[in-house]
């Protein structure tokens, strides 16, 4: 079992930028593949980042460039580093771990099955 608890979400002005951290606890694992998602109003939950156990990492085309993923194995800390925040950035933001390495497929990575375990979430808000 692993609880992920979400912080350092925020408002900030576009252009802005945050950095969000999700704390693992409970069985965590250096070994598993781990994903920050988001969630607008009225939009379905969309993937924004993956991280695999070797770093190995994956982006959500609207974000590349702009957010780096990163973790700390002896912290059991999953980091999202968001830069040059748009008012489209806005969304509650959730972490979440497959307890295994991701796969590895058209050079992206993703969980071999769904996630299993989720954090609760965190709120972004971007001003224009």
């Known amino acids: 079992q692993v609880q992920l608890v979400e912080s350092g979400g925020g408002s900030v002005q576009a252009g802005g930028s945050l950095r969000l951290s999700c704390a693992a606890s409970?069985?965590?694992?250096?070994?598993?593949?781990m994903g920050w998602f988001r969630q607008a109003p009225g939009k379905e939950r969309e993937e924004v980042a993956i991280i695999d156990s070797d770093v190995t990492t994956t982006y959500a085309d609207s974000v590349k460039g702009r957010f780096t993923i990163s973790k700390d194995n002896a912290k059991h800390t999953l980091y999202l580093q968001m830069n040059s925040l748009k008012p489209e950035d806005t969304a509650m933001y959730y972490c979440?771990?497959?307890?295994?390495?991701?796969?590895?497929?058209?050079?992206?990575?993703?969980?071999?099955?769904?996630?299993?375990?989720w954090g609760r979430g965190t709120q972004v808000t971007v001003s224009s």
């Open positions: 979440a771990a497959y307890l295994s390495r991701c796969s590895l497929s058209g050079g992206r990575v993703s969980p071999p099955g769904r996630f299993g375990y």
């Open positions: 409970g069985s965590p694992s250096s070994r598993m593949c």
